[in-house]
């Protein structure tokens, strides 16, 4: 098996797609958790003078100013427990959905891409939506909660189970979107410039990259609608006098009574920060533990074996020994007899490197496969 072959890798190791989706998944979001504090605080829609930040570094400085320098990471563990296997079921759906459906007509193979985007998130979100309910209650300025695990105790006897899929379709609404625009750039970028399909670290980061950002940018209103639901602002809640938000229409009304169309737009600039080093690091960490794990695999499916080397070398002695007799007999062919002894020996010689070559390709990588095929073509004088 030639690795530098990257594309022609097997895809149907479930395992593997699995454990790379979740490594992917958990260093995605816990790289990037610090900027994604700041961008649920930015979303909030009449936030404490003490929590409204203009800027990302902004938000971060008088974060760790004022509420320790640990306060960006509140609730990261709720992001931990959720991502590894929300992205373990959404890299392995994507995958077998891709491979099953998969098209060589481009326009087709968009729609593939973005129906396995699309099937993958309704995976993911079934684990990610309470993790990130958890999550941004922990992110909040003044958050009541001392831990995650605190966080889902109390709202468990407060608001009931539903608190946790309160904004499930209004996330599935903009996560669906939100893939299906992501996989098709990813995948259209990634054949653009790695047109060999070969495993290219490089190519993986900016096209993971490019892919998030336009995808971000597009459902930053879907996300403040999650935001809200999520969260149930309190400052907002007392202003419009309601107990509760409840809806993706109702997000939607909330958001524009209190800042009109732009506060759809309330901190776009930090999702797309977020989301263009999150999806880089996911796709490129995703890609290289895909392939390390299936060049594993593949090393234990073919163990190297000193039995095979030995009929290979003998092998190559009785190739030599052929030689040297039929150059001798073909050197002396002067009667009828010699030229028919010569063509047995030709046979022969054919014969054993043919098994030979057989060998060679069940064992060895087809690069070298065909380096000797064409060492043996020469020494038949073909």
């Known amino acids: 098996m030639d690795f530098d072959e990257y594309e022609t890798l097997p895809t149907s190791s479930l395992r593997v797609h699995m454990t790379a989706g979740a490594v992917a998944g958990i260093m995605e979001h816990c790289i990037m958790y610090p900027v994604d504090s700041v961008k649920t605080r930015m979303q909030c829609l009449a936030p404490s003078p003490e929590a ?3 800027s990302i570094r902004e938000g971060l400085f008088k974060m760790i100013n004022s509420e320790g320098i640990m306060r960006p990471l509140g609730g990261v563990t709720a992001v931990i427990l959720g991502a590894g296997p929300a992205h373990a079921l959404y890299f392995s759906a994507y995958e077998s959905i891709k491979k099953t459906f998969g098209s060589n007509n481009k326009f087709q193979n968009n729609i593939v891409n973005a129906s396995a985007g699309c099937g993958a998130t309704l995976l ?3 684990v990610m939506v309470p993790a990130d309910v958890v999550k941004q209650r922990m992110q909040m300025y003044n958050s009541p909660y001392s831990s995650c695990f605190d966080c889902i105790r109390k709202l468990y006897q407060t608001e009931g ?6 904004s499930y379709t209004t996330q599935l609404a903009m996560n669906l979107p939100f ?4 996989i098709v750039t990813y995948e259209n970028l990634h054949f653009l410039l790695n047109p060999e399909r070969e495993y290219n670290p490089k190519v993986h980061v900016f096209a993971g990259a490019a892919a998030g950002a336009i995808a971000a940018a597009c459902t930053t209103p879907l996300d403040m609608c999650k935001t809200l639901l999520n969260t ?3 400052s907002t ?3 419009l006098q309601q107990s509760r938000i409840v809806g993706i229409i ?6 524009y009574v209190m800042n009109g169309f732009s506060g759809f737009f309330k901190g776009l600039s930090a999702r797309v920060l ?6 880089a690091i996911s796709w490129s960490v995703y890609e290289l533990f895909k392939y390390q794990l299936f060049k594993k695999e593949s090393m234990a499916d073919n163990p190297p074996s000193s039995h095979r080397d030995s009929e290979l070398i003998l092998d190559k002695v009785t190739i030599e020994s052929e030689k040297e007799a039929s150059s001798r007999a073909y050197g002396e062919g002067e009667s009828l007899g010699k030229n028919m002894f010569h063509d047995k020996r030709i046979a022969t010689l054919s014969t054993t490197t043919n098994k030979t070559m057989e060998r060679l390709r069940l064992h060895m990588p087809s690069s070298l496969t065909a380096n000797c095929a064409a060492a043996d073509d020469n020494l038949l004088g073909k």
């Not at 189970?161 to 309160?166: M, N």
């Not at 893939?179 to 992501?182: D, F, T």
């Not at 977020?274 to 999806?279: K, N, R, V």
């Open 52 to 54: 409204a930040y203009r």
């Open 124 to 126: 993911h979100d079934a």
């Open 161 to 166: 189970i539903g608190a946790f899929y309160r």
């Open 179 to 182: 893939h299906a625009i992501h």
């Open 232 to 234: 149930q602002e309190t």
């Open 237 to 239: 809640l007392a202003q």
């Open 250 to 255: 109702g997000a939607f009304r909330t958001i």
């Open 274 to 279: 977020y989301q263009m080093p999150g999806t």
